[in-house]
């Protein structure tokens, strides 16, 4: 069988995790840990990044740091994880969904406004599969409007929007290094902090609520409990397995990409004939290769070639069920507007295999399953 995915592996992780446990140094906030938010740092031009245990617990931080309180509303895409969705809900937020565009599967930054009322508190764009939602309109509603702006970028990481990294634009960015994405610490993410007013309140939130940080630097000659908080700190070891990853970003970056191009080279004939609809990518869109995806007629066209598909030894997952159409979307939230591209366009969707070291064989018996299918 071949697999959808196989987490990132490298070669240095077992010798940088060793190192960690001989350091004596294996909670957070260590040499790795460090190594890996200064290279963000410099690599995407953010002001801050702090790693955490999950890309969904960096979306809780990013909603306690927008102060979301209980009726406020934050407005989202349908067509998402449920992380998305759940940082927000834990603040007491109602969640309003906005449709998506039936191209790259995002936000459709048209239908925002609309759906803004004088209870709205922030948009949380979701960068699907590492194709960036159009933020320089979705930047600009939420500046009219005095909102606030959270990038889910879990899955766009090392991709970017007018030469701009993904994460960087709005005042939080939301990484996932869950062993499904480009790069990996098992479980982990990181929070990009563009507006500097919140990097100390992060660094508190993220320390249990005490000033540690500030006590670290010298600022502070004790540090105490000074507001609410939680441990989103990761391990050392899990830093340590990531930064074999990041040392190799590039490496892991064009191998994907040639699994992606060779993907959309045999299936663009296909395209053309209409038998299929393949991802889009925006011309001032540069995306980091993070999922590759055809889209058939309707529901029933797409059962039978996940079907088809497992016959042939290959996996080939669909992706998100409509949070509104969720029993917790339903009861956190509400959909503004007509419903046109979200279930119609989710129902239409399958991934292909595609990860870091994928064999050039595994690639050819995905490629001719495909081709296949559509000629037999
Ligand atoms: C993976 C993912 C998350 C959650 O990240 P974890 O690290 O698994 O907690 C959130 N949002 C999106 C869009 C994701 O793909």
């Known amino acids: 069988m071949i697999d959808f995915n196989v987490p990132p592996f490298t070669g240095k992780e077992y010798e940088y995790m060793r190192m960690a446990v001989e350091s004596h140094k294996i909670s957070g906030d260590g040499q790795f840990t460090k190594k890996c938010s200064r290279w963000m740092e410099e690599r995407f031009h953010a002001k801050r990044v702090y790693l955490t245990t999950s890309g969904t617990t960096a979306l809780d931080m990013a909603a306690l740091l927008c102060d979301i309180k209980p009726g406020d509303e934050v407005i989202l895409p349908s067509y998402t994880f449920s992380s998305t969705a759940t940082a927000p809900v834990l603040c007491g937020a109602k969640l309003v969904f906005v449709d998506i565009r039936p191209d790259t599967m995002n936000i459709d930054e048209k239908k925002i406004e609309a759906a803004i009322t004088d209870r709205t508190r922030a948009i949380f764009a979701v960068h699907y599969a590492g194709v960036a939602a159009e933020m320089d309109e979705i930047m600009e509603i939420a500046h009219r409007h005095n909102l606030l702006v959270v990038e889910d970028a879990a899955q766009g990481v090392m991709s970017t929007y007018k030469g701009r990294a993904l994460g960087t634009i709005g005042d939080f960015g939301c990484y996932s290094f869950h062993e499904t994405k480009n790069y990996s610490m098992g479980e982990?993410?990181?929070?990009?902090?563009?507006?500097?007013?919140?990097?100390?309140?992060?660094?508190?939130?993220?320390?249990?609520?005490?000033?540690?940080?500030?006590?670290?630097?010298?600022?502070?000659?004790?540090?105490?409990?000074?507001?609410?908080?939680?441990?989103?700190?990761?391990?050392?070891?899990?830093?340590?397995?990531?930064?074999?990853?990041?040392?190799?970003?590039?490496?892991?970056?064009?191998?994907?990409?040639?699994?992606?191009?060779?993907?959309?080279?045999?299936?663009?004939?296909?395209?053309?004939?209409?038998?299929?609809?393949?991802?889009?990518?925006?011309?001032?869109?540069?995306?980091?290769?993070?999922?590759?995806?055809?889209?058939?007629?309707?529901?029933?066209?797409?059962?039978?070639?996940?079907?088809?598909?497992?016959?042939?030894?290959?996996?080939?997952?669909?992706?998100?069920?409509?949070?509104?159409?969720?029993?917790?979307?339903?009861?956190?939230?509400?959909?503004?507007?007509?419903?046109?591209?979200?279930?119609?366009?989710?129902?239409?969707?399958?991934?292909?295999?595609?990860?870091?070291?994928?064999?050039?064989?595994?690639?050819?018996?995905?490629?001719?399953?495909?081709?296949?299918?559509?000629?037999?």
Request: hydrophobic share 35%; charged share 30%; with cysteine.
């Open 188 to 376: 982990g993410g990181a929070i990009v902090i563009n507006n500097e007013a919140y990097n100390e309140r992060a660094e508190i939130l993220r320390e249990k609520g005490t000033d540690r940080s500030r006590f670290f630097r010298g600022q502070v000659d004790k540090y105490t409990w000074v507001d609410f908080g939680d441990s989103y700190l990761p391990s050392e070891l899990n830093a340590a397995y990531l930064w074999a990853q990041l040392e190799k970003a590039d490496e892991i970056y064009d191998d994907r990409m040639h699994t992606w191009e060779c993907y959309d080279r045999a299936f663009r004939p296909l395209e053309q004939e209409g038998l299929v609809s393949l991802p889009v990518i925006p011309e001032y869109d540069v995306h980091n290769a993070h999922m590759y995806y055809l889209k058939f007629r309707n529901l029933a066209q797409r059962t039978e070639f996940i079907a088809y598909m497992k016959e042939r030894g290959v996996q080939t997952p669909f992706h998100y069920v409509p949070l509104h159409s969720a029993p917790a979307g339903e009861r956190f939230g509400r959909f503004h507007g007509v419903d046109r591209c979200t279930t119609s366009e989710s129902e239409r969707l399958v991934r292909l295999p595609l990860y870091y070291g994928m064999k050039e064989e595994d690639r050819e018996t995905v490629i001719r399953a495909v081709l296949d299918y559509f000629t037999v």
